[in-house]
T-cell receptor, first 114, second 112 residues
C-alpha cells in the first residue's frame, strides 16, 4: 500500500548549496502539491502540478525555487542557493484526477540549512 | 495574512470526554473544509471534510460542524482516546482553486 513517498526525509545543506526534494505520488494520482511548514506556522501552499505542467505556482517564491513533475519519475522541488530561512518541513501531497478535493500527504522532508 | 485560524495552540482532555477543536476563517469564498491529523515526524493524515452545502458531517467518533454565517467550524471527538493525541490542522479551499489554506494547528493531548 504505497502512499505518498518523499525522500530524503532529512536533508542538511550549507548556505549557497542546492536542495532537491523528491515526491512520488500515490499510485494512480496525477496531481501533486507542495507545501512548506515553517516553525510555529501552518502549512503554506507552494505549487500545484500535473504531469509535465505547472498549474498554480502562486505560493512559490519567485527566485531560487522551482518545481517539476515530469512524465516519468517523481516530482522534484528544487531550491537553489539555499539560505537559513529555507529551513522548514516540506510536504508533498497528491490527489487523483477524479477527486482533487482530497489530498494525501507524504511524510515530509525536513530541510536544515546550516 | 492568515485566512484560516486556529486560536488554541493546545488542548488537554480527559480520556472518554469530548474534545472540541475550533477553526475560524476569513475568506467567504471558501466552500470546502477539511481536518487533518498529524503525528510527529509524519505527514498530515486526512480525517474528515465538509462542504459548504452542509452544516454537519459525521464519521464515527468524529463530527465536523460548519457555521457559515460565523465563518467557523469545529471538530468534535467523542469519546476521546489517548491515540487521538496529535496536532490537528483545519484547512479550507475555494471552489475554483486547488490549494488548501491551513491553520496553524492545535495540539491535542488526551490524558488517560
Amino acid at each position: 500500500n504505497a502512499g505518498v513517498m518523499q525522500n530524503p526525509r532529512h536533508l542538511v545543506r550549507r548556505r549557497g548549496q542546492e536542495a532537491r526534494l523528491r515526491c512520488s505520488p500515490m499510485k494512480g494520482h496525477s496531481h501533486v502539491y507542495w507545501y512548506r511548514q515553517l516553525p510555529e506556522e501552518g502549512l503554506k501552499f507552494m505549487v500545484y502540478l500535473q504531469k509535465e505542467n505547472i498549474i498554480d505556482e502562486s505560493g512559490m517564491p519567485k527566485e531560487r525555487f522551482s518545481a517539476e513533475f515530469p512524465k516519468e519519475g517523481p516530482s522534484i522541488l528544487r531550491i537553489q542557493q539555499v539560505v537559513r530561512g529555507d529551513s522548514a518541513a516540506y510536504f508533498c501531497a497528491s490527489s487523483s484526477q477524479t477527486d482533487t478535493d482530497t489530498q494525501y500527504f507524504g511524510p515530509g522532508t525536513r530541510l536544515t540549512v546550516l | 495574512d492568515q485566512q484560516v485560524k486556529q486560536n488554541s495552540p493546545s488542548l488537554s482532555v480527559q480520556e472518554g470526554r469530548i474534545s472540541i477543536l475550533n477553526c475560524d476563517y476569513t475568506n467567504s469564498m471558501f466552500d470546502y473544509f477539511l481536518w487533518y491529523k498529524k503525528y510527529p515526524a509524519e505527514g498530515p493524515t486526512f480525517l474528515i471534510s465538509i462542504s459548504s452545502i452542509k452544516d454537519k458531517n459525521e464519521d464515527g467518533r468524529f463530527t465536523v460542524f460548519l457555521n457559515k454565517s460565523a465563518k467557523h467550524l469545529s471538530l468534535h471527538i467523542v469519546p476521546s482516546q489517548p491515540g487521538d493525541s496529535a496536532v490537528y490542522f483545519c484547512a479550507a479551499s475555494e471552489n475554483t482553486g486547488n490549494q488548501f489554506y491551513f491553520g496553524t494547528g492545535t495540539s491535542l493531548t488526551v490524558i488517560p
